[in-house]
């Protein structure tokens, strides 16, 4: 019985689906492996165009660059992606970005709610309990200190629904569509367990690597001074601004890659990697690791402007307590009791709204 076209296709399909290869890198061989495996290296790295490859019966060696539906699609991407979005300069994104914000507003108002509302009560119930002369361990104060904790526990429960909602929000409005609240919250419900996940590992990375060199510099701190420990102390600082610089290279498209690109866990920190290391043949101010640099350095300053402002009082005063006193003790028991005595700041708790609102 003649085959008709239709399942002669399906056949080859099938085919090419099925057949294994084996490629050679570096003067090893490594196969059989089907298509999926070898686009699994290809997308990890280790497997590259010109790297040697043939057919598991097949003696004669070619290319990976001919296998079938390997690197076609990679290459249409590509040519698709360079032709779909113009490259633009970095006053062009400040003023995209601007817009972007203007007109999802109140979007971006409702997710920050989301974070907002359970930290602004527990920083007032906290101010609440810190301003009180006496504490007394009684049912109300047991209450309240609940009460604040809860809500710290749910202020860290809904950061990961608004990293999502913030780049659910950013990519439907620069697409020119309407995103809707509603819809918003299923789509922020549905990315929550992953981004929780990625919010856990990359902040977790980032105390981890931060609280270990000081904890090995305050165990050299505290035995006798030589130049050996100050030596030491100056190499585990240096340790650890490298190791936090590369953390924060490799973290740096995380978000983006989890949410828009749909992509696991593994694979969203593996091309946030990619793309902060990539593109190296372009100038380095058109580069996304240097363009994600600078919008981060700018949003830094601002934050840490908010942030100083109101405690510059208490800063100069730390400052003058620390080459004035001669004693330690009496340095640590002032600093404690300064600490213990500043009630609500009405200007901090304002300004840190304001944050809060501008973070999107």
């Known amino acids: 019985m003649a085959q008709s076209p239709y399942n002669f296709g399906r056949f080859a ?193 980032y105390f981890f690597w931060t609280a270990l060199p000081l904890a090995i510099i305050w165990m050299i701190m505290s035995g006798p001074l030589s130049l050996l420990s100050i030596l030491l102390v100056l190499t585990v600082l240096a340790f650890q601004v490298w190791i936090v610089g590369r953390l924060f290279v490799n973290f740096l498209f995380w978000q983006q890659f989890a949410v828009l690109a749909e992509s696991d866990a593994t694979g969203a920190l593996r091309q946030s990697k990619q793309l902060a290391r990539g593109e190296r043949d372009r100038p380095w101010f058109r580069r996304p690791l240097w363009r994600g640099v600078l919008l981060f350095s700018i949003w830094s300053a601002f934050v840490l402007a908010i942030n100083v402002g109101p405690e510059w009082p208490s800063i100069r005063h730390y400052f003058h307590q620390l080459t004035t006193s001669q004693d330690p003790q009496v340095l640590l028991q002032a600093l404690t009791a300064n600490s213990k005595s500043q009630a609500f700041n009405l200007a901090r708790f304002i300004l840190g709204l304001v944050e809060t609102l501008l973070r999107p």
């Open 13 to 205: 399909l099938k085919y090419i689906m099925t057949e294994e290869w084996i490629v050679r890198v570096q003067g090893k061989e490594y196969g059989p492996a089907d298509i999926e495996t070898l686009r699994e290296w290809r997308d990890e790295g280790r497997l590259l165009a010109p790297n040697q490859a043939r057919s598991a019966d097949v003696d004669l060696w070619t290319t990976a660059a001919e296998i079938p539906g390997l690197f076609e699609s990679v290459q249409l991407e590509r040519r698709t992606s360079d032709v779909s979005l113009p490259r633009r300069s970095f006053a062009q994104i400040l003023t995209e970005t601007l817009r972007i914000y203007r007109k999802g507003f109140f979007q971006f108002f409702y997710l920050t709610l989301l974070v907002a509302l359970p930290s602004i009560c527990a920083q007032l119930s906290g101010s609440a309990l810190g301003a009180s002369a006496e504490m007394k361990a009684d049912l109300r104060t047991l209450i309240a200190a609940m009460f604040t904790f809860c809500m710290l526990l749910l202020s860290l429960a809904a950061w990961p629904a608004f990293i999502a909602g913030i780049q659910i929000v950013t990519a439907e409005i620069a697409a020119g569509h309407k995103a809707r609240i509603f819809g918003l919250l299923h789509d922020v419900l549905k990315f929550w367990p992953r981004v929780a996940m990625l919010c856990i590992f990359v902040y977790g990375a």
